[in-house]
């Protein structure tokens, strides 16, 4: 937690490429395609700078969060790592404990009615670049529960059912 400034997590679908994914014209089946695995995952965001300085009282705004690099600090993967195809991925349903109560619930075709959408969205992005998604690499979906806040000695527990669970404590 020293090492964390306001750090908040989020609940996700990690989708671990087995292809590369390149060009501009990618779509959810490709994208389903070059998937080696999906598995439940929990990006943990905090910033380098407070949302609310602590001496001005300033608020970030989203100029500063996009030159913070969006706040991204890391991911923790857990649970079950499954095939695209063994699962519906628009409804992989998640419950996220904080301290023994529930705080947030979601369904994963929140993201854009899918999360592979989004992943075909970032992958025609870097397209237009002249980059691509190399096979290997974990792309996070996107967030279908809102951000919930971490203090030191908070213990989680995410729920992801049939793609199965796992615990955070931080300290």
């Not at 009282?57 to 063994?86: F, L």
């Given at each position: 937690?020293?090492?964390?400034?306001?750090?908040?997590?989020?609940?996700?679908?990690?989708?671990?490429?087995?292809?590369?994914l390149?060009?501009?014209?990618?779509?959810?089946?490709?994208?389903?395609?070059?998937?080696?695995?999906?598995?439940p995952?929990?990006?943990?965001?905090?910033?380098?700078?407070?949302?609310?300085?602590?001496?001005?009282?300033?608020?970030?705004?989203?100029?500063?969060?996009?030159?913070?690099?969006?706040?991204?600090?890391?991911?923790?993967?857990?649970?079950?790592?499954?095939?695209?195809?063994?699962?519906?991925?628009?409804?992989?349903?998640?419950?996220?404990?904080?301290?023994?109560?529930?705080?947030?619930?979601?369904?994963?075709?929140?993201?854009?009615?899918?999360?592979?959408?989004?992943?075909?969205?970032?992958?025609?992005?870097?397209?237009?670049?002249?980059?691509?998604?190399?096979?290997?690499?974990?792309?996070?979906?996107?967030?279908?529960?809102?951000?919930?806040?971490?203090?030191a000695?908070?213990?989680?527990h995410?729920?992801?059912?049939?793609?199965?669970?796992?615990a955070?404590?931080?300290v």
């Amino acid at each position: 937690m020293a090492a964390l400034t306001d750090l908040r997590i989020e609940v996700e679908i990690a989708f671990v490429l087995g292809a590369p994914l390149q060009g501009t014209s990618q779509t959810l089946a490709d994208v389903l395609a070059a998937t080696a695995y999906v598995v439940p995952a929990v990006e943990l965001i905090a910033a380098r700078t407070f949302r609310i300085d602590p001496e001005t009282r300033k608020a970030r705004g989203v100029v500063d969060t996009i030159a913070d690099n969006a706040a991204s600090a890391g991911i923790v993967m857990g649970g079950r790592p499954m095939h695209p195809s063994a699962v519906d991925l628009r409804w992989i349903g998640a419950m996220l404990w904080k301290n023994g109560e529930i705080e947030e619930s979601g369904v994963s075709g929140a993201v854009m009615n899918h999360p592979g959408n989004a992943v075909a969205r970032l992958a025609n992005t870097f397209g237009a670049l002249g980059e691509r998604l190399e096979a290997g690499e974990i792309i996070l979906s996107g967030s279908f529960t809102r951000p919930v806040t971490v203090a030191a000695g908070d213990l989680f527990h995410v729920d992801f059912g049939t793609m199965g669970s796992f615990a955070l404590r931080f300290v």
